[in-house]
């Protein structure tokens, strides 16, 4: 089906993609009480803190999406899209984060700290090309960026150190993160697809509801990494 742009107007504010920023705000709501939940159980360990501000920042993204990059960009233009872009890169650099200090007990000092100059040069990176193509630029090829920086962020490098450590230690909640992050093809593959049932219920729709679900599934595996661990101190530090 041809993707048609949905607008409808409440009490003489014109909203562009209702549903579209509806789903997206659903999103935010999941990530944002992932947060909130997860805050507290007070755990001050550098592990679990990355892990729990990821919700926050992806809650962010999100909102940000629904309302600048949706339902009233007519208002703002493509360019400040690049806010929630921000967000999202820092959400990402957060869940890596988390799995590389998951990785200490495990790793040399050297590897350790060469996986720290990886997701920082991969976070410079991306956020580089991205601003350049967006506000030097002036292109709509930025988000393509952050399509592939979350592709290699999840996908590439957390999946794997993930999945590792699951085999590792068979915590449940391990498996569940990985399981998590496979499933999220899934919506990837519905939005690069343009998979559309309806006007309003279009790919862009149905995946932020798939990436809702997934989002929850993290925050379950999140919630049960921070109750299994029982404040232990090779987590506590960073390097």
Same mark, same amino acid.
């Given at each position: 089906? $041809?993707?048609?742009?949905?607008?409808?107007?409440?009490?003489?504010?014109?909203? *562009? $993609?209702?549903?579209?920023? #509806?789903?997206?705000?659903?999103?935010?709501?999941?990530?944002?009480?992932?947060?909130?939940?997860?805050?507290?159980?007070?755990?001050?360990?550098?592990?679990?803190?990355?892990? @729990?501000?990821?919700?926050?920042?992806?809650?962010?993204?999100?909102?940000?999406?629904?309302?600048?990059?949706?339902?009233?960009?007519? &208002?703002?233009?493509? %360019?400040?899209?690049? =806010?929630?872009?921000?967000?999202?890169?820092?959400?990402?650099?957060?869940?890596?984060?988390?799995?590389?200090? %998951?990785?200490?007990?495990?790793?040399?000092?050297?590897?350790?700290?060469? +996986?720290? !100059?990886?997701? =920082? #040069?991969?976070? !410079?990176?991306?956020?580089?090309?991205?601003?350049?193509? @967006? *506000?030097?630029?002036?292109? $709509?090829?930025?988000?393509?960026?952050?399509?592939?920086?979350?592709?290699?962020?999840?996908?590439?490098?957390?999946?794997?150190?993930?999945?590792? *450590?699951? +085999?590792?230690?068979?915590?449940?909640?391990?498996?569940?993160? &990985? *399981?998590?992050? =496979?499933?999220?093809?899934?919506?990837?593959?519905?939005?690069?697809?343009?998979?559309?049932?309806?006007?309003?219920?279009?790919?862009?729709?149905?995946?932020?509801?798939?990436?809702?679900?997934?989002?929850?599934? +993290?925050?379950?595996?999140?919630?049960? #990494?921070?109750?299994?661990?029982?404040?232990? @101190?090779?987590?506590?530090?960073?390097?």
């Amino acid at each position: 089906m $041809e993707f048609v742009l949905t607008e409808t107007t409440i009490g003489g504010l014109r909203i *562009l $993609e209702p549903v579209t920023s #509806l789903t997206d705000l659903i999103t935010a709501l999941v990530c944002f009480f992932a947060y909130f939940s997860l805050r507290k159980l007070h755990r001050t360990e550098a592990v679990h803190k990355y892990f @729990t501000y990821y919700f926050l920042f992806m809650g962010v993204t999100t909102m940000v999406a629904a309302t600048v990059g949706h339902a009233f960009l007519y &208002a703002f233009g493509f %360019s400040y899209k690049m =806010i929630g872009w921000t967000f999202s890169s820092i959400g990402i650099f957060c869940i890596q984060a988390h799995s590389i200090i %998951s990785l200490k007990p495990y790793v040399s000092q050297g590897f350790f700290r060469g +996986l720290w !100059v990886f997701i =920082i #040069l991969q976070w !410079v990176a991306f956020m580089s090309t991205i601003i350049t193509l @967006t *506000l030097v630029m002036g292109s $709509e090829k930025g988000f393509e960026f952050v399509q592939m920086n979350s592709a290699l962020g999840l996908s590439l490098f957390t999946l794997p150190i993930q999945a590792w *450590l699951y +085999l590792k230690e068979r915590n449940p909640a391990r498996g569940m993160v &990985a *399981l998590a992050i =496979i499933l999220g093809i899934i919506p990837a593959i519905v939005y690069r697809s343009e998979f559309t049932i309806h006007a309003y219920l279009n790919y862009h729709d149905i995946s932020h509801l798939l990436m809702a679900t997934i989002m929850f599934t +993290l925050y379950r595996a999140a919630y049960g #990494l921070q109750q299994s661990s029982n404040d232990d @101190t090779r987590y506590l530090s960073l390097g």
